[in-house]
């Protein structure tokens, strides 16, 4: 595929561009509302284009994309879809997570937890949390609520399908990541998905009922009650589930709760992620389960500099 048109004009949209034309289509598909999206010059077409102007640019999932391409859409339904995104229209777009394995995991911090049924709850509200199988085809499901430093719910995940809200200030897919920033150079929310075991919560900043959650792939803490509060309503439920950690969770005096460790998986395990700290070699099976080696999948942008 050649990287320019006939005037130009590359292929790589800027950033910027990008980001306006994710904000006025809602961050999904303009016509179904689904997040995993191409960018798609509508009028004039790409080899037409002298310019990435954001107007004449809309987001498209693959299967709408597609029925475009091969006619059995036309384009005008984009062009009238782009005037009044599915995604504006209803407040929301959404997707879904791949999660259907005996080992199904979240990823916290430095630590593993496998087979958690409600791992976070505070004040009784479930914050995130997996519904077990009751049989063998049922897949596990996935429910979590993530705020925003405000309070304000931004993205929310019912049973493995997952809906971001168009009050966020940008969300991008990308990379297996879903990521989610509240304004410039602020990322209050990044899952990476390993389908199909689980997620990795990234990096993690919200506010919810007075507590705030700072995490990323090393320490979570959980700030904002007093010791009294803390036990009468904030509840990290480790009973139902393996910690798989080195150091586990402790409580400190000022309130607040930090997970930190090395990743340590249970011996006889190999579905669960490894320690991916500066000793993971770079020829060791990627952390993700790809088959390949780490330098050649998720260490690519470390191993290349």
Same mark, same amino acid.
């Given at each position: 595929? /050649? ?19 994710r904000?006025e ?5 303009v ?8 960018? !798609?010059?509508?009028?004039? !077409?790409?080899?037409?284009? /002298? ?17 475009? /391409? ?28 791949d ?11 430095? $630590?593993?937890?496998?087979?958690p ?16 199988? /009751? ?10 609520k ?17 809906f ?7 969300? +991008? ?7 989610i ?42 700030v ?10 904030? $509840?990290?439920?480790?009973s ?5 950690? +080195? ?10 709760? +930090?997970?930190?460790?090395?990743i ?19 020829n060791?099976?990627c ?19």
């Open positions: 595929m /050649t990287t320019t048109n006939k005037y130009g004009l590359s292929r790589d949209i800027p950033d910027p561009i990008k980001r306006q034309v904000q289509c809602g961050f999904g598909c016509i179904c509302g689904l997040a995993i999206v191409s960018y !798609e010059h509508l009028d004039p !077409e790409f080899s037409n284009a /002298t310019t990435h102007d954001p107007q004449n640019i809309a987001l498209l999932c693959e299967h709408c994309h597609s029925r475009i /391409t091969r006619k059995y859409w036309s384009k005008q339904k984009a062009i009238e879809a782009r005037k009044s995104p599915y995604c504006i229209i209803n407040k929301k777009c959404h997707d879904a997570f999660i259907n394995t005996p080992d199904a995991f979240i990823w916290l911090a430095s $630590n593993v937890f496998r087979n049924s409600n791992l976070i709850t505070i004040n009784n509200e479930p914050i995130l949390s997996f519904i077990l199988p /009751t049989s063998q085809s049922e897949p596990y499901k996935l429910n979590a993530f705020y925003d430093d405000n309070n304000v719910l931004s993205l929310e995940i019912s049973n493995n399908e997952w971001g809200h168009t009050g966020n200030w940008d969300i +991008e897919c990308r990379d297996r990541r879903v990521i920033r509240q304004r410039p150079g602020n990322i209050s929310l990044s899952i990476l998905c390993i389908p199909p075991k689980g997620i990795i919560v990234e990096r993690i900043n919200m506010v919810y009922n007075k507590v705030k959650v700072i995490g990323d792939k090393r320490t979570l803490k959980l904002g009650y007093s010791e009294i509060e803390k036990r009468e309503g904030l $509840n990290l439920n480790l139902d589930c393996e910690v798989i950690t +080195e150091k586990g969770f402790k409580a400190n005096p000022n309130g607040s709760i +930090e997970f930190s460790g090395r340590n998986p249970l011996k006889g395990s190999n579905q669960l992620p490894h320690n991916i700290s500066k000793k993971y070699g770079p060791k099976p952390i993700c389960g790809s088959g390949r080696k780490y330098k050649k999948c998720c260490g690519l942008k470390k191993y290349s500099s």
